[in-house]
Nanobody
Framework: QVQLVQSGGGSVQAGGSLRLSCAASTFPDSNNSCMGWFRQAPGKEREAVAG????????FYADSVKGRFITSQDNAKNTVYLQMNSLKPEDTAMYYCAVKRGFCPYGMRTSVFPDWGQGTQVTVSS
């Protein structure tokens, strides 16, 4: 089991930036692991935001965040980041990171990710 510890997040005005971090106790295989970023707003289902496979050889972004969010991986620190720019009020949610061995699944289905971070709140005010 991989333990994931999240940091970052907080409150920001629309148009601002935040960076989330997700530190893993160990990467099962940094060259063949998928780290996903997900978010869940009150009353809504958890949705995939971004994913990164094999230290960045492949990345995935939801249409709603393309061009604004960037995910990256630092293997030396066993840490994945989510840089969020041009934030909008609709980005307000609890954000989670998760990890699985192998490729990032089509559609980034949450059910195939066994290990999750504790979540961190992001609040964007207009």
């Amino acid at each position: 089991q991989v333990q994931l510890v999240q940091s970052g997040g907080g409150s920001v005005q629309a148009g601002g930036s935040l960076r989330l971090s997700c530190a893993a106790s160990t990467f099962p295989d940094s060259n063949n692991s998928c780290m996903g970023w997900f978010r869940q707003a009150p009353g809504k289902e958890r949705e995939a935001v971004a994913g990164i496979w094999s230290s960045g050889r492949e990345t995935f972004y939801a249409d709603s965040v393309k061009g604004r969010f960037i995910t990256s991986q630092d293997n030396a620190k066993n840490t994945v980041y989510l840089q969020m720019n041009s934030l909008k009020p609709e980005d307000t949610a609890m954000y989670y990171c998760a990890v699985k061995r192998g490729f990032c699944p089509y559609g980034m289905r949450t059910s195939v990710f066994p290990d999750w971070g504790q979540g961190t709140q992001v609040t964007v005010s207009s």
